[in-house]
């Protein structure tokens, strides 16, 4: 999935562009400004908004000497089209349910890299740091299996591979005494999904 163009990544070429333009604003535009936002031309505005005007999905409201468009918020298809726009936040709160939904929830779910900066891509992968719980072994075979559907899950919610990192309390311990450079990047950019976040290991380490 493209995280940074979502609604153009489902709705393709200029009536995506155009789409996307009307969810991100709630002012009413003109025909130009609707064209220049959406980076086409006002030509291809013209074709396209009467269309969604058609539809319901758009409003237009004359004031001579142009007409004032605007997206109908709560059209069904506009409200989808809402929700695709705030897909990244609609993902992270899904895996955080599904992480705690698990037989044996993690101690830490965080989500980083482009994720997390809200820079994913069709290719991206979502990167998260996962803490297994501190009575859980490293080889249990139960833990695996959740993690593994857990994994699963995220991936087909997604559409995008999901890189997991998985450490013990312990192990998070030792690699912030070591100074570890991808728990440097976590602790920059990583986003909070579920249990305990980098700064209380830190406490725990020091207490």
Do not use: C, K
Request: no cysteine; charged share 25%.
């Amino acid at each position: 999935m493209d995280f940074v163009r979502p609604i153009e990544a489902i709705v393709p070429g200029a009536q995506g562009r155009v789409l996307a333009t009307l969810v991100e604003t709630t002012a009413e535009l003109n025909l130009r400004e609707v064209a220049q936002l959406s980076a086409v031309s006002p030509a291809q505005a013209s074709r396209i908004l009467p269309g969604l005007v058609d539809l319901g999905v758009v409003e237009r409201r004359e004031v001579p000497p142009s007409s004032q468009f605007r997206l109908v918020r709560e059209h069904t298809a506009a409200r989808s089209l809402i929700s695709l726009a705030h897909a990244t936040d609609n993902v992270l709160g899904e895996i955080g349910r599904m992480a705690s939904a698990m037989p044996n929830p993690p101690a830490s779910v965080i989500v980083f890299g482009s994720f997390a900066r809200r820079e994913a891509r069709t290719g991206s992968d979502i990167d998260v740091l996962v803490v297994r719980p501190t009575e859980i072994d490293e080889d249990d075979e139960g833990w695996a299996n959740q993690l593994d559907d857990w994994r699963n899950g995220v991936g087909r919610l997604t559409g995008n591979a999901v890189e997991i990192v998985e450490y013990s309390p312990a192990e998070i311990e030792t690699r912030l005494d070591e100074g570890s450079d991808l728990l440097r990047q976590v602790s920059t950019d990583g986003l909070l999904i579920l249990g305990s976040d980098l700064a209380s290991y830190r406490r725990s380490r020091s207490a």
